[in-house]
């Protein structure tokens, strides 16, 4: 089944302790990439990556990075999270930009 | 930079009234326009798309159609549903804005029986 996998679906943390969230797509999909959902704010990118290798920042980068080391793995990594990381966090891959986005079924993640 | 403005909500129908929620988009070139629907507890999926204006996209008996010359992407269905409760995001893709795609703040519907 065609799918974007995202890991863990509830994480709660402490500030500074560092996390990674996994996102994996079986789609051999070139392009990836992720939002965060806030209540009143919609979907705001973070990190986008249109292939292996090639990552750039959305509109919200700060407090994140992200690596594209393999073409279906997309991680998002908070080296120091604090609370207003605070947010539903969703990975979504596309064969390219234009093409239908596909979406995981999110993180809620909670940073105390 | 581009953007997009949908209706605010929540929006609350009664089972087979007609719906509409508006979508306008701010995109230099010739953007992508999408409608995509968040089910409570769920990611988004796309519910249509269209690529070029005049196109209509329609899925699930809704509809929307890119009309350049207002920089709109109205999404309309005829009869609504308690199943068609949802949030419903419109959203734009485009090279020139960078190799993102950029989302609307949301549209919160719930159909009543």
């Known amino acids: 089944e065609a799918q974007v996998t995202q890991n863990p679906r509830y994480l709660i943390t402490v500030t500074g302790k560092k996390l990674t969230v996994t996102c994996s797509q079986n789609?051999?999909?070139?392009?990836m990439s992720w939002y965060r959902q806030d209540p009143g704010l919609g979907l705001r990118q973070i990190y986008y990556?249109?292939?292996?290798?090639?990552?750039d920042k959305g509109d919200v980068p700060e407090g994140y990075k992200v690596s594209r080391k393999e073409k279906r793995n997309f991680p998002l990594i908070l080296e120091s999270p604090s609370p207003n990381q605070t947010s539903l966090y969703f990975c979504?891959?596309?064969?390219?930009?234009?093409?239908?986005?596909?979406f995981g079924s999110g993180t809620q993640l909670s940073v105390l | 930079g581009d953007s997009v403005t949908q209706m605010e909500g929540p929006v609350t129908l009664s089972e087979e009234a007609f719906l509409t929620i508006n979508c306008t988009y701010t995109?230099?070139?010739?953007?992508?326009l999408f409608w995509y629907v968040q089910y409570p507890g769920e990611g988004l999926q796309l519910l249509l798309k269209a690529t070029k204006a005049d196109d209509k996209g329609s899925n699930k008996g809704f509809e929307a159609t890119y009309r350049k010359e207002t920089t709109s992407f109205h999404l309309e269905k005829g009869s609504v549903q308690v199943s068609d409760s949802a949030v419903y995001f419109c959203a734009l893709s485009s090279s020139n804005t960078g190799n993102q795609f950029y989302f609307g703040t949301g549209t919160s519907l719930t159909v009543i029986p």
């Open positions: 990556s249109m292939n292996v290798e090639v990552t």
């Open positions: 979504a891959s596309s064969l390219s930009l234009g093409f239908e986005l596909f």
């Open positions: 995109a230099t070139g010739y953007p992508s």
């Open positions: 789609m051999n999909h070139e392009y």
